[in-house]
């Protein structure tokens, strides 16, 4: 297919803008009545619609920055001098996620004295300067007044989103021309949208979602789990955080408790649901890969039977 031809060549034309070729994918995604593939395009053509949303590789850490007075002297552009907030607190506050469009990140290359610039400031909110400035005060004074404050970036930030689109979208593309070869036309695709949607969870999906890191065949995953026994709260959190839905968790948390583990087994009712799982996995309904989301239910799962 023509179409398919001309995303590939825009991709590996470093000239071209990778927002090009997502609008080709757009009319590709379109034309064969793919939803997930357009969802994914439109969220990087228009920028993503919370931070919520965005996926592990729009995701980073930064310096927290800006221009305070301690009581003795006006200090301006200088890392916030932040209490010990605990790990988990520190993470949070210096995790910056962008929603930014690829448009939007392919054009801070195009501002004025970009030359000079190695890093990208971005300002908090009003709330959050006056939360900062309360916690401050407590380790420096009644005194201390935080009058701006942001989170700075290194510039490079935006060079890794855009180039692990465009390698996702190159690898995606790939396959699905290895798949339904060079002269597949757009019934061909359309009738094949289950299977193109295992291409995607193995080639754009999985490749982050911030809770999941796949690696290898899919069979491998590394997740954030932190579930003591019995804890129905905790269960329901993780499997929100990794995608599954509402009604499919209210179908486990009924059926949860009313069989045990055997050795290595869960009970039947357990597998019933997993197998469930696993084909809205395949099928796309689900989108994490068939291989993590077998590690992932098991480990989940595990660790409300046994924390």
């Known amino acids: 297919?023509?179409?398919?031809?001309?995303?590939?060549?825009?991709?590996?034309?470093?000239?071209?803008?990778?927002?090009?070729?997502?609008?080709?994918?757009?009319?590709?995604?379109?034309?064969?009545?793919?939803?997930?593939?357009l969802d994914w395009v439109n969220s990087e053509l228009k920028g993503y619609a919370n931070l919520n949303s965005?996926?592990?590789?729009?995701?980073?850490?930064?310096?927290?920055?800006?221009?305070?007075?301690?009581?003795?002297?006006?200090?301006?552009?200088?890392?916030?001098?932040?209490?010990?907030?605990?790990?988990?607190m520190d993470d949070q506050i210096r995790q910056f996620r962008t929603v930014d469009s690829i448009y939007t990140?392919?054009?801070?290359?195009?501002?004025?004295g970009r030359e000079k610039l190695d890093s990208l400031v971005f300002p908090f909110s009003d709330g959050m300067r006056a939360t900062l400035e309360d916690i401050l005060r407590n380790s420096n004074g009644p005194y201390f007044q935080l009058i701006s404050v942001g989170i700075k970036v290194p510039f490079h930030f935006a060079t890794s989103v855009i180039a692990k689109v465009k390698d996702m979208l190159l690898e995606f593309?790939?396959?699905?021309?290895?798949?339904?070869?060079?002269?597949s036309d757009i019934a061909d695709l359309k009738n094949n949208n289950l299977k193109i949607n295992y291409?995607?969870?193995?080639?754009?999906?999985?490749?982050g979602d911030g809770n999941v890191v796949n690696t290898g065949s899919n069979s491998q995953i590394t997740a954030n789990i932190n579930i003591i026994k019995g804890d129905k709260e905790a269960l329901t959190k993780s499997l929100k955080e990794n995608g599954v839905a509402t009604e499919d968790i209210s179908d486990l948390l009924m059926v949860i408790d009313t069989e045990k583990p055997n050795g290595n087994s869960f009970g039947e009712k357990v597998n019933n649901w997993m197998?469930?799982?696993?084909?809205?996995?395949?099928?796309?309904?689900?989108?994490v890969g068939i291989g993590a989301a077998g590690s992932l239910l098991a480990e989940l799962i595990k660790a409300y039977y046994v924390g």
């Open 54 to 88: 965005v996926p592990e590789y729009r995701i980073t850490h930064g310096t927290i920055i800006g221009d305070f007075n301690n009581g003795r002297q006006m200090v301006t552009n200088y890392p916030i001098p932040l209490p010990d907030l605990g790990e988990k």
């Open 199 to 207: 291409i995607m969870n193995n080639t754009i999906t999985n490749n």
């Open 105 to 112: 990140l392919e054009s801070f290359f195009k501002m004025p």
């Open 173 to 183: 593309m790939l396959e699905i021309e290895k798949e339904f070869g060079i002269e």
């Open 275 to 287: 197998k469930k799982m696993l084909a809205k996995s395949i099928d796309g309904t689900w989108q």
């Open 1 to 37: 297919m023509k179409l398919i031809s001309d995303i590939l060549n825009d991709l590996v034309n470093d000239q071209i803008s990778l927002t090009v070729a997502l609008n080709k994918t757009k009319v590709l995604a379109t034309r064969i009545g793919n939803k997930r593939l």
